[in-house]
């Protein structure tokens, strides 16, 4: 889920890139639990939406709630209590993280709002230090008590109470973090500074922090150096794609980004996608910009070709066929699980890549690094 963040820390207001080199501020996420670099943990993950979204179980200062895994974003928050009474009506069946109830909250003087996607879906948050427990690892640090959302029951759904960012941590004009996230915060804890992911549509994956599961993956790791260039976001350069017939669809590369909170596959254009498309018979591009198809035909499978030499990236056509949408199944049409915007200029992952992909995130180099799940071949 991409995501656009004004942050406010002694009257700081962050810009969009991240300076080099990044420091830690420790004034913010200073632990106030003992440091032992030998830990390792495992939550985990459950499929939501018909596998298109995933959760994990968190505990702030004792109070569970199911927080979506974004690492298309970088800040935690949650739903709480300080939002409005009218905000409780138009978001039911949720739990609302109390800061009042916690006795391990302090509140800061920091506030933050964030934007996700198009800029429609915005959070406000009050910024305090608290005791986040996930996997079995602990930590103190800086969450986001949401006090304010435009975000419907239907963007937000029954099953998210918050946003977990796993992406890259906020960062002032001097390079310094100032809002670090959660695997920052417990990365001195770890005897590596991985994160990984195994998802699934219909049964429980898992989020590890410090070691990889080899029995989870088929083959070797395939590891790409990550940009690094835009704050918060996990993006490769220089990669191309085409059709599993040989089409290239462009003979220019462009990023990709790898983002968990994404629904769909985002192709670099409008013309992009119209290219894809056009192998599927029946399939339409509708009057709000987006393609849908006739839900028996076939789509073919989309490959990405990877910087570095021989890397490709096969997503089959069975994974791209469809995502939730209110219109899916609608006259016999489906909501096609590859889209393109004009002027996007990037590529985006998301449900289809890690259906098909473990994946192995490290900030610290950084890089991400990736090979088929044991069954599912290359």
């Not at 990877?306 to 490709?312: H, I, K, L």
């Amino acid at each position: 889920m991409i995501f656009t963040t004004l942050l406010t820390l002694a009257l700081i207001t962050v810009s969009l890139a991240i300076p080099a080199p990044v420091h830690l501020d420790r004034s913010l996420h200073t632990l106030s639990l003992p440091i032992r670099r030998d830990t390792t943990g495992t939550a985990p993950v459950y499929a939501i939406d018909r596998g298109i979204r995933w959760v994990v179980n968190i505990s702030l200062g004792g109070q569970h709630l199911n927080v979506l895994l974004d690492t298309g974003s970088s800040p935690l928050w949650a739903l709480s209590t300080f939002m409005s009474p009218e905000d409780h009506n138009r978001l039911p069946n949720h739990t609302w993280y109390n800061a009042n109830a916690s006795s391990t909250w302090q509140h800061t003087s920091g506030s933050f709002n964030v934007s996700y996607g198009d800029g429609s879906n915005k959070v406000e948050a009050i910024i305090g230090k608290e005791k986040v427990s996930l996997g079995g690892i602990s930590t103190v640090m800086p969450i986001g008590a949401c006090n304010y959302t435009t975000n419907s029951a239907d963007t937000m759904g029954n099953d998210t109470d918050g946003i977990l960012g796993l992406g890259f941590g906020e960062a002032d004009e001097t390079g310094h973090i100032t809002l670090p996230t959660f695997m920052q915060s417990i990365q001195p804890q770890l005897p590596s500074p991985i994160f990984t992911l195994e998802v699934h549509e219909d049964q429980p994956g898992a989020l590890n922090f410090g070691f990889v599961d080899t029995t989870k993956h088929a083959g070797a790791l395939v590891k790409l150096p990550i940009n690094n260039r835009t704050r918060g976001l996990w993006d490769v350069d220089h990669v191309s794609f085409g059709i599993s017939n040989g089409t290239n669809f462009s003979s220019k590369a462009f990023p990709l980004l790898f983002d968990t909170g994404g629904l769909m596959t985002a192709l670099p254009s409008a013309a992009a996608a119209a290219a894809y498309w056009a192998h599927v018979r029946g399939a339409v591009l509708r009057k709000d910009g987006h393609w849908v198809y006739p839900c028996n035909a076939g789509t073919p499978d989309l490959t990405f070709f990877m910087p570095g030499g021989n890397v490709t990236a096969t997503l089959r056509g069975e994974m791209l066929n469809s995502v939730v949408h209110p219109l899916a199944g609608k006259n016999g049409m489906c909501y096609g699980g590859v889209q393109g915007d004009e002027g996007r200029g990037y590529i985006q992952v998301g449900k289809a890549f890690f259906l098909s992909f473990f994946t192995v995130w490290n900030q610290a180099e950084p890089s991400i690094a990736f090979a088929p799940y044991v069954g599912l071949g290359g």
